[in-house]
């Protein structure tokens, strides 16, 4: 067996000659946060969502944070990605961050940013453009959305703070 020494992207960039300025969202970036709160119904229906905060396209998201009531015995949620309502609202990867969560007891702050094979662990340099796959950045918000996967039984808060680096 070998030993390695490998760098990451912005010691590499340090370590260039001459030296390569790393992009601020993977190095000494301003972190930013959103968060949201909405009030779930009783017996929302699978496909409902639950539109949380927007977040920018160039933003390297660093962490989504998700707490919520108990909601009953029943309740599961995708956490994703959609289009802001101006944009015509649509889905564009409903579950980006999260698959099949559970809404069935109490959350308190719980991390579910890879929380899906979706958003992986080669994707955190990135904004979420790239993350998306997209080939250009579009320059415009998207929306961080719960969409129910489960109907819920019972009314409750939910809220989502989502931290990200521009």
Not at 3 to 32: C, E, F, H, W, Y
Not at 40 to 45: E, K, Q, R, S
Not at 86 to 95: F, H, L, P, R
Not at 105 to 121: C, E, F, I, Q, W
Request: hydrophobic share 45%.
């Amino acid at each position: 067996m070998a030993t390695s020494d490998i760098s990451s992207t912005q010691l590499t960039n340090r370590d260039a000659t001459p030296r390569v300025v790393s992009n601020s969202i993977i190095q000494k970036g301003a972190m930013q946060v959103s968060c949201g709160t909405v009030e779930a119904l009783t017996a929302d229906a699978i496909a409902s969502i639950y539109r949380m905060v927007s977040v920018p396209s160039n933003a390297r998201v660093a962490q989504v944070l998700l707490s919520c009531d108990d909601l009953g015995s029943a309740g599961l949620a995708d956490v994703g990605v959609y289009q802001t309502t101006a944009n015509g609202g649509a889905v564009v990867d409903a579950d980006h961050f999260a698959s099949a969560q559970a809404l069935t007891t109490a959350l308190k702050n719980s991390d579910v940013t890879h929380g899906s094979a979706v958003y992986g662990l080669e994707d955190i340099e990135k904004p979420l453009w790239a993350a998306l796959g997209l080939s250009a950045d579009s320059k415009r918000d998207y929306d961080i959305c719960l969409t129910l996967t489960e109907a819920i039984i019972a009314a409750g808060t939910i809220s989502m703070q989502v931290y990200y680096v521009i």
